[in-house]
Structure formats: C-alpha cells, structure tokens
T-cell receptor, first 112, second 115 residues
Framework: AQSVTQLGSHVSVSEGALVLLRCNYS??????LFWYVQYPNQGLQLLLK??????LVKGINGFEAEFKKSETSFHLTKPSAHMSDAAEYFC??????????FGAGTTVTVRA | DAMVIQNPRYQVTQFGKPVTLSCSQT?????MYWYQQKSSQAPKLLFH???????NEADTPDNFQSRRPNTSFCFLDIRSPGLGDAAMYLC??????????????FGPGTRLTVL
C-alpha cells in the first residue's frame, strides 16, 4: 500500500533561512507525489507534483522538491523563508487511480 | 477564473439537526471528492463521484450522504450531526481518474460547528 511519512510535525525557521520539510514515501509502484500547502481556514493549494519526469520539481512561491528513489524521499525546500510561508504543509502520494494518501502534515512558523 | 467554490464558509448547526454543505466547480472536472479534516489532522476522504457514479469509503459513517445532481454541483448531507462531526469539510475535483489527470483542486472549505 502507498503511504507517506512526514518527519516533524512542527518546523520553526527564521525569516530568510532555508525551509526544509521532510517526506518519505512507501509505494509498490512508481509513485506520483505531491506537496500541498494549507493556510489557516483555507483549502489545500498544490505547490508542486512529481509524476516520473524530472526528479527536481519546481513549484510555486519559490518551493522545490527532489525525488530520490534510493532514499524513498521527496523533501520540500525553499532557500529563503518569508513570513507568508507560515502555513501547514502536506505531502501526499497517489494511490491507484484516484485516491491521495496524505501525510500528517508539518506546521511551519516563521520568526521575524 | 476556473475554481472550486464552497458555501457556506462557516456553518453552525445543532446536535442532531440535519445540515447540507454545497460545492460547485467551474473546471468541468469528472471527479468530485468530499474530505473531512479535523484540527491538526490530514484530510480524510469520505467519498467521491466519478460523473454520477458514487463511491463510498469503507469507513465513512452512514450519517454522511452525498448528492451530485449535475457535473457542476455536489452536496454533502449530514443527517444527524454529532459533536464529533465538527470539522473542516473540503471539496475537491480532478479532471479524471487516470493518474496523469488526477491532480486534485480544492475548495476553501466549510468549517462546521456543532452545538
């Protein structure tokens, strides 16, 4: 069965510092992987997705993620955190044809 | 802009009083999903429609029902809300089922409070 594990339920970074959110996946088939962001009282917005093309995926708002098959990882990074990056981030893997399996989420706070 | 719209954004109901949440989409997508998201948790899929075909998740309580009268609209009915049903309810759509087209687009959610 496909699943994802997000390491760290809370991450606190200084404004301007690197943001690194960790996601490891388990999949019996080549995975399709996603990162979503959720701002307070909002729905989920797709940041980026990996669908077996380039292993380094660039998304919106300066985020990128690298698919590493050998490490079964899909970590999300942003070189320089902005106050507006404070939100909850979910990693997800496509399960079969329609279902997404979400990780538990990582809350990011940004310190001024 | 094409989008997924949910109304109302905030809904308050009383214990046991039926409530309906609505979702509409202008993306003309085939698949519509309803998720329940409790505080600090990941979204949990309740059910989805492929066109008019309804698919229930095995652990979705019978208290939750859904209707999709046409491509654009989908409703979530909670027949007898309990305190444990207080949550954010998210509607999402995807173009199709195939993995290459199943990117999900989410609405802003409806936050349900049960008194």
């Amino acid at each position: 069965a496909q699943s994802v594990t997000q390491l760290g339920s809370h991450v606190s970074v200084s404004e301007g510092a690197l943001v690194l959110l960790r996601c490891n996946y388990s999949s019996s088939v080549p995975p399709y992987l996603f990162w979503y962001v959720q701002y307070p009282n909002q729905g989920l917005q797709l940041l980026l997705k990996y669908t077996s093309a380039a292993t380094l995926v660039k998304g919106i708002n300066g985020f990128e993620a690298e698919f590493k098959k050998s490490e079964t990882s899909f970590h999300l990074t942003k070189p320089s955190a902005h106050m507006s990056d404070a939100a909850e981030y979910f990693c997800a893997v496509s399960v079969g044809d329609y279902k997404l399996s979400f990780g538990a989420g990582t809350t990011v706070t940004v310190r001024a | 802009d094409a989008m997924v719209i949910q109304n109302p954004r905030y809904q308050v109901t009383q214990f046991g009083k039926p409530v309906t949440l609505s979702c509409s989409q202008t993306l003309n997508h085939n698949v519509m999903y309803w998720y329940q998201q409790k505080s600090s948790q990941a979204p949990k899929l309740l059910f989805h429609y492929y066109d008019k075909d309804f698919n229930n998740e095995a652990d979705t309580p019978d208290n939750f029902q859904s209707r999709r009268p046409n491509t654009s609209f989908c409703f979530l009915d909670i027949r007898s809300p309990g305190l444990g049903d207080a949550a954010m309810y998210l509607c999402a759509t995807s173009r199709d089922w195939d993995r290459d087209f199943n990117e999900q687009f989410f609405g802003p959610g409806t936050r349900l409070t049960v008194l």
